[in-house]
């Protein structure tokens, strides 16, 4: 199967203030076709600036990008089958959603009737059969976001590329564009290259995610690979919470430098408790406890070591942990996930 999109080696360098900043530093990746992936990483850490080269907007320093198979590293936005979604999504406002919708087959000189069918078409695909009167102005902003899919879409790309276009929505309507855009991808069956910043959005709606840190990708594979199995420090602390234990805290536990457990794989118990186990690894105070709804994450100061994290489901425990109380901890050997050495 040929890759929608295929990265080799591919690397942007900015000259700034007399200083390079290596923006995207060596990537290589292959999208597969239909896939939906996301480009995940800190802000600044090349994201966008590797989707604009995929889009044609940022050149490559050094380093190839194909579509399906076809060397487009020097072609211009246009020459690519590639639309792209940017977050402020700078409808035009002058103009009705319909027009809008339709801007780009005006462009290329499709007849009206022809182009306001297509529009029509896409608004319905979003769900949106009866504003193709109106204005933006009267829009919600998701509905908006909605407008710009369609826009996008219209001209048929193989690919859509789409940068942080949920960024400006409050959570509630974030959330449930998520799961809307996850649905309108399996339906199109287009290739969709999404970059957030925001892990959850992420792992909600991807196939797979590259994980980006200082221009690199540090790791590729599916959500639930990424959350159990992080193949680096840096994956494990940025997706998901995580107790990451080093050095001599790791080796009280395993045969391990570096070790991550997630914080819902540890169980505690309070001295009070009757299932207090005696098979508990650790014993400490606790040191701070936030609610969070499902479930209670209890910061718990071991007698030897860094502090951990214990998120404990709020189902099933009747006693709450307060500040001060002595904890009995306990994990599954399974619970341990080793980090392997950095090169
Ligand atoms: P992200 O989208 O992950 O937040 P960007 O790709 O926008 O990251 O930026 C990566 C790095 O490149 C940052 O250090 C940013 O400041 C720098 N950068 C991005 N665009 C330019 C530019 N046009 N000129 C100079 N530096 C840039
Ligand atoms: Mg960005």
């Known amino acids: 199967m040929t890759s929608a999109v295929s990265l080799r080696d591919l690397s942007c360098v900015f000259r700034s203030a007399g200083k390079n900043i290596h923006a995207v530093a060596g990537v290589d990746l292959e999208v597969r076709s239909g896939e939906f992936f996301t480009l995940l990483g800190p802000s600044g850490s090349g994201k966008t600036t590797c989707l604009r080269m995929i889009g044609g907007f940022t050149l490559p320093t050094s380093g190839h990008i194909a ?38 087959l005006m462009v290329r000189g499709v007849d009206r009737a022809t182009r306001e069918k297509k529009a029509q078409q896409l608004l319905e695909t979003v769900q949106l059969p009866d504003v193709g009167q109106r204005k933006p102005v009267q829009l919600s902003g998701g509905q908006r976001q909605r407008v710009a899919m369609a826009r996008a879409l219209i001209s048929e790309p193989q690919v859509l590329l789409l940068d942080e276009p949920l960024g400006a929505l409050d959570l509630k309507l974030r959330e449930q564009m998520q799961s809307e855009l996850k649905s309108l991808q399996r339906k199109l069956g287009i290739t969709f290259i999404f970059v957030t910043h925001d892990q959850h959005e992420a792992l909600s709606v991807s196939d797979r995610i590259g994980v980006f840190n200082l221009g690199r990708l540090e790791q590729v594979a599916t ?33 391990a430098e570096v070790l991550m457990i997630r914080p819902e794989l540890i169980g505690l118990a309070l001295d009070t ?25 209890v910061l718990v100061q071991p007698e030897q070591g860094l502090p951990l994290l214990v998120d404990l489901p709020v189902h099933g425990h009747t006693q709450v942990p307060q500040p001060g109380a002595m904890a009995h901890l306990s994990w599954a050997d399974e619970a341990m996930h080793i980090i392997e050495a950095q090169p």
Request: charge should be neutral; aromatic fraction near 14%; charged fraction near 15%.
């Open 67 to 104: 579509i399906h198979g076809q060397d487009v590293s020097q072609k211009p936005p246009y020459a690519r089958p590639v639309n792209t979604v940017f977050q402020d999504y700078a409808l035009f406002p002058h103009m009705t959603i319909l027009d809008n919708v339709a801007y780009s």
């Open 273 to 297: 408790s009757p299932e207090r186990s005696a098979a508990a690894r650790t014993h400490g105070t606790v040191a701070e406890v936030q609610f969070f709804g499902a479930f209670w994450r």
């Open 223 to 255: 959500p639930a690979e990424l959350y159990q199995s992080p193949a680096t420090r840096f994956v494990a602390e940025f997706v998901g919470a995580a107790n990451v234990l080093q050095g001599a805290d790791a080796r009280r536990y395993a045969a």
